[in-house]
């Protein structure tokens, strides 16, 4: 499906302001003579530029410099043609402004060759931090940041990533909270968040393995008299994802859309779910090694009449063979990278084609604290990407650059993510 819904190939890009002065050449010359490349069009002060070959293709006979103008203080063109090192562009800009300048390709025997180019530097936005006690006092700070009330609020195992992912989408499209809770006992700050909330009905997402039948009766205690408690449970993760999407009036009625992602780890279906809240659709949970979909499965997407599925994850997560069968009734499409951080920009960049007031930073290795951000940051339309614990890819780095946010906030304390993501160190 079409990342927004969901938009496939409208995914924004940096225009460079290149004019190459090339010399004429016949039409039989070779080889051809490339002009240098710029760096990237846009960057933001303190967080680091991708590093860039200055060459389209390596040549160790040339020579290229900034002949005119000058980089961004921070910013620098490294290489030596003595020691065969290609020349890049890398470093951190530490000033804001408009930068122009000239590189030139410099050759023994041939003509130079100039490209004008310009570089942005902007204020990065505001980064903040959401950290809780534990996993439960997370899903509530959460919470109270950005609901002043809800009619509805889901309650999910925080043991269990699973129930969890499967609520997202479907709590962020019915603009929804999502608490956590241990299998058999309820902390005080949920509690009383739930208190706050003066939701008209609750849903228990999972079965009583996940969340004991003796905390309902404890949440039940704690809301004024006529609440309405629902349990959607399953046999597995799968029938719980099913079963949450299907339901008459806590689910989704009707998507021309639908996520698939695997059931058997929490990456992609943690990044994905603010995306397809923005393309109002859910994800669904699926065994990724199927090469099929399930009768149950084929039916679900059918009552939603679905008419696009877009794969989030690489084949290592949902299978080619499941893609295949997938492409026979509907237009599929499937965001990839090189590892679950590389997948995650790679679907947010097909998702989010322009500006956000906000994005999110979560564990790439530790689901706990991240999982009550999806509803919230499907509803308010913004994007998690995943980082390291200590430090953000670059890729992650360049995403920011690209959407532009005012606010960038670092889901979990320091031994989730250290003080050098807050700070948006480049890994």
């Known amino acids: 499906m079409h990342l927004r819904s969901f938009h496939h190939g409208a995914i924004a890009a940096a225009v460079l302001t290149v004019a190459a002065l090339l010399p004429a050449t016949s039409a039989s010359a070779t080889p051809t003579l490339d002009a240098p490349v710029c760096p990237q069009a846009e960057a933001l002060q303190g967080l680091a530029i991708a590093p860039t070959p200055a060459l389209a293709e390596p040549d160790y006979n040339a020579v290229v410099e900034i002949s005119a103008g000058a980089l961004p203080a921070g910013v620098l063109l490294e290489g030596d043609r003595a020691t065969n090192t290609p020349y890049v562009f890398r470093g951190t800009p530490s000033v804001t402004g408009s930068f122009t300048f000239t590189v030139k390709r410099i050759f023994e025997d041939a003509t130079p060759l100039t490209t004008s180019c310009t570089m942005t530097v902007g204020t990065p936005g505001d980064v903040s931090r959401i950290e809780g006690l534990d996993r439960y006092d997370q899903a509530v700070t959460v919470s109270k940041a950005s609901f002043a009330s809800s009619d509805i609020v889901y309650v999910a195992s925080g043991e269990k990533y699973s129930d969890a992912l499967s609520a997202a989408s479907v709590a962020g499209l019915r603009k929804a909270p999502l608490l956590l809770s241990r299998s058999t006992t309820i902390t005080t700050s949920t509690s009383a968040e739930l208190l706050r909330l003066n939701p008209k009905h609750v849903v228990i997402v999972g079965g009583t393995a996940s969340v004991a039948e003796i905390v309902v009766d ?44 695997t059931g058997s780890n929490f990456s992609d279906a943690l990044a994905a779910s603010p995306a397809a809240v923005l393309a109002q659709a859910p994800v669904l949970l699926v065994n990724g090694s199927a090469s099929a979909l399930t009768a149950e499965e084929a039916a679900l997407l059918a009552h939603l009449g679905a008419r696009s599925v877009h794969i989030a994850g690489g084949p290592a997560s949902v299978s080619p063979a499941l893609e295949t069968f997938l492409a026979k009734s509907f237009t599929v499409t499937r965001s990839n990278g090189t590892d679950r951080y590389e997948a995650a920009v790679a679907l947010n960049k097909a998702a989010f084609t322009s500006p956000t007031g906000k994005i999110y930073l979560a564990s790439g290795t530790a689901f706990a604290d991240a999982l009550s951000a999806g509803p919230v940051a499907g509803r308010d339309g913004s994007p998690i990407y995943l980082v390291k614990n200590g430090c953000v890819p670059n890729s992650v780095l360049q995403e920011i650059v690209r959407l532009k946010p005012t606010s960038i906030i670092v889901l979990g304390g320091t031994a989730t993510l250290s003080a050098s993501v807050e700070a948006l160190k480049s890994c």
Do not use: N, Q
């Open 218 to 261: 404890a949440l039940k205690a704690v809301v004024p008299e006529g609440v309405k408690f629902t349990r959607i449970g399953g046999a597995d993760r799968f029938e719980v994802s099913r079963a949450l999407i299907r339901h008459a009036d806590l689910g989704v009625s009707s998507a021309s859309g639908v996520v698939v992602a």
